[in-house]
Every structure is written in C-alpha cells, then in structure tokens.
T-cell receptor, first 113, second 111 residues
Framework: AQSVTQLGSHVSVSEGALVLLRCNYS??????LFWYVQYPNQGLQLLLK??????LVKGINGFEAEFKKSETSFHLTKPSAHMSDAAEYFC???????????FGSGTRLQVQP | DAMVIQNPRYQVTQFGKPVTLSCSQT?????MYWYQQKSSQAPKLLFH???????NEADTPDNFQSRRPNTSFCFLDIRSPGLGDTAMYLC??????????FGDGTRLSIL
C-alpha cells in the first residue's frame, strides 16, 4: 500500500519569501506523485505531477517539486511567495494498476504581507 | 471550457432524508470519482467508475451509492444521511490513469 506524509499542517511565510512544503511518500512500487492546491470552497487544482520522467518537475504559478528517491521525498517549492498563494496544498500518490489517489493530510499556507 | 460541474454547490438536508448530488463533465473522460472531504481533512475516495465498471472502496458506508447513466453524468446518493456525513463532496474525472480533474464540490450539511 502507498501513503503520503505532509510535514507541517500550517506554514506561514512572508510575501516574497521562499515557500517550502514537505511531502514524503511510501510505496512498494514506483509511484506517481502529485501536488494539488485547494482554495476555500473550491475543488482541487493540479499544480504539478511526477510520472517517472524528469526528477525536477515544473508546475503552474511558479511552483516546482523535486523527486528524490533516496529520501522518498517530493517537496514543493516556490522562490517567492505571493499573497494569492495562500491556500491548502495536498500531496498525493498513486501507483500503476490503482487509479485512486491517496492524499496527505494537507498543509495550509499563509502568506503574510 | 471543458470542465467538471457539480450541483448543487450547497445542500442542506435533514437527518435521514435521502439526498442526491450530481456531477457532469464535458471532458469525455472515462473515469469518474467521488471523494468525501470533512473539515480540515484530506479528500477520501468513496468509489469510482471506470467506464461502466463500479469500484467501491472497502470502507465506504453502505448508505452511500452511485449511479453513472452515461459518460457525462455521475450521481452520489446518500440513502439515510447521518450527522457524520456533513462534508464537502468532490467529483473528479480522468482519462484512464491521467491526472484527475476536480469539480468545485458540493458542501453538504445534515441537520
């Protein structure tokens, strides 16, 4: 079975500062990894995905994530936070043969002016 | 724009009164999913349809059911909702194992 652990349920950064949201996964087979963002009272929007191609994945809104097999990590970063980045971020994993996503518990990002 | 549309956005119903949530998609995706998301928690998969094949998660309560009359529509039926079923219900679609596209959800309150 696969699982995802997101370290830090709340992260607060200043506008313009680096954003780092942590995600570690557990999977017995090569995983597919995703980051989704959820704004209040909305569904989830895909930020980026890792599907065994390049280990550094670039997504929308200036976000990127690096797949590190040795650390079983898939941390999400953005060089400079913007007020509009304030939202809930979910890391998720799936594996070949299982279509369903397993989500982490989420990290709420606050951006201070 | 192609999208996943959920109706209604907000639903309030009484304890024990059946309720149906709907999801439609214009993406022509063959897989449709229903997730339950309780306050401050991650979405939890209830079931999904792969084409016409229904796949129920092992821990989905028996009073949760689903129908998919055609490719574009999928319904979530809660036969006798309890207070613990208050949650956001998210519909998602995908083309085979491609990333899932989510609707904006239905926020269901059971009184």
């Amino acid at each position: 079975a696969q699982s995802v652990t997101q370290l830090g349920s709340h992260v607060s950064v200043s506008e313009g500062a680096l954003v780092l949201l942590r995600c570690n996964y557990s999977s017995s087979v090569p995983p597919y990894l995703f980051w989704y963002v959820q704004y209040p009272n909305q569904g989830l929007q895909l930020l980026l995905k890792y599907t065994s191609a390049a280990t550094l994945v670039k997504g929308i809104n200036g976000f990127e994530a690096e797949f590190k097999k040795s650390e079983t990590s898939f941390h999400l970063t953005k060089p400079s936070a913007h007020m509009s980045d304030a939202a809930e971020y979910f890391c998720a994993v799936s594996v070949t043969g299982r279509r369903a996503l397993t989500f982490g518990s989420g990290t709420r990002l606050q951006v201070q002016p | 724009d192609a999208m996943v549309i959920q109706n209604p956005r907000y639903q309030v119903t009484q304890f024990g009164k059946p309720v149906t949530l709907s999801c439609s998609q214009t993406l022509n995706h063959n897989v449709m999913y229903w997730y339950q998301q309780k306050s401050s928690q991650a979405p939890k998969l209830l079931f999904h349809y792969y084409d016409k094949d229904f796949n129920n998660e092992a821990d989905t309560p028996d009073n949760f059911q689903s129908r998919r009359p055609n490719t574009s529509f999928c319904f979530l039926d809660i036969r006798s909702p309890g207070l613990g079923d208050t949650a956001m219900y998210l519909c998602a679609t995908s083309k085979d194992n491609q990333p899932q596209h989510f609707g904006d959800g239905t926020r269901l309150s059971i009184l």
